[in-house]
C-alpha cells in the first residue's frame, strides 16, 4: 500500500516546476515546442491524440507505457476547452501532449469520480464539499518525456484554473505505473482506493 507520503515532490524536482518565461515558451533543444490554450480548432488534432493513447487501442507493450481510460467526444473537448480546462504542447501545427480536466465535460465516463467525491475526505472535509475539479488528466508523445513538459503544462493549467478550484482530483488504475510516477512526481497525494485504483488528489494553493 502506498502512502499520502509516497507522493510529496521530491526537492530535486520542486524546481522543475517554476517556469520563470512568461510567454510559457519551452527553451529545449526541439524546436518551436510551445504550451498554449487550444482552441475548437484544435479538436480534432486532440481527439487524434486522446484516441491514441487510449487503453482499448494499445497493445500489451504499448500499455507498459502509460494509458488513459476516459473517453471524450467532440462536444467533451469543446466544453473543457471553453472552460479553459486544457493546455497542450504544441510542435510546430502538431500536438503532443495536453493536461486537461474533465470536469466540465459531462462524459458518463468520469461519473466514478465525482461519486468518489462523496467516499473520501482530505484533512477531515468530504471531497465534494471542497473546490475540486475532477478528470485531470495529462498525454504526452513518449518522445517528449523526461524534459519538464509536464510538469509546466500543469503550472499553466493551474494558473488557469486556480481562481474556480482549489483542489485537482483524478483516478490511477493500479497497474499503470506511468500515470502513477507522474501523479506523484507532481505533488498528489492519495486520498482512497477500490481494488482497481488509486484516487488522489492535489491541493493547489498552500
Known sequence: RFRADDFQIPPHRQAEIVVSNPSWRISHTMDNLSIEQPTVLDIGRLINLHNKHLLTNL?????????????????????IINDNAIVVVKTQDEIVGYYLLGHSSKSPFLEYQFEAL?????????????????????????????KGLTEKMLQKLIEQVSSKYNYLFSSITKYNSNAYKVHKNSGYIIVGEDESKYFVCLKLNS
Open 59 to 79: 497493445t500489451q507493450e504499448q500499455i507498459k507505457e502509460g494509458f488513459i481510460r476516459v473517453t471524450y467526444d467532440p462536444d467533451n473537448f469543446k466544453s
Open 118 to 146: 462523496n467516499m473520501y475526505t482530505l484533512d477531515g472535509i468530504r471531497l465534494s464539499e471542497l473546490k475540486v475539479a475532477c478528470g485531470a488528466q495529462a498525454i504526452l508523445e513518449k518522445e517528449y518525456r523526461g
